[in-house]
């Protein structure tokens, strides 16, 4: 299926982020490239905003090709899975994905 919305989209990246492992390494990725491009833009540091870039999609994708066995989605969908990415990581720290994982069908949420 190809979602044609990001409500469509929305709970295709949550199955493919079924895994505990995988979410846990984006969310780490996602915080610490954050935090990196960030203060690297905010001192200067350009090395850091790529450190940053690096952080983010490695962890990630370490996840998907050694926990999950899945692609990326951000190779077909690039805007709308970085857009998730970090609604899952706020929708993790504010205790609310378990119920939006078993929304969208993902076994043993």
């Known amino acids: 299926m190809r979602p044609s919305s990001f409500a469509e989209f929305w ?3 949550l ?6 492992g995988n979410r ?13 491009f960030l203060g690297g833009l905010f ?5 850091w905003c790529l ?4 952080a983010g999609y490695g962890l990630g994708f370490l996840g998907h090709f050694t926990i999950e066995g899945n692609r990326p989605l951000s190779f077909r969908h690039p ?3 970085f857009v998730s990415d970090y609604r899952m990581v ?10 939006e994982l078993r ?3 993902v076994p043993d949420a």
Not at 51 to 54: I, K, M, Q
């Open 11 to 13: 709970p295709l990246y």
């Open 15 to 20: 199955r493919a982020h079924a895994a505990e």
């Open 24 to 36: 846990v390494l984006h969310a780490v990725g996602t915080l610490c490239g954050t935090g990196l």
């Open 43 to 47: 001192l200067g540091r350009w090395g």
């Open 51 to 54: 450190a940053g870039v690096g």
């Open 79 to 81: 805007l709308w899975s």
């Open 90 to 99: 706020f929708q993790m720290l504010a205790g609310n994905l378990e119920a």
């Open 103 to 105: 929304k969208a069908g």
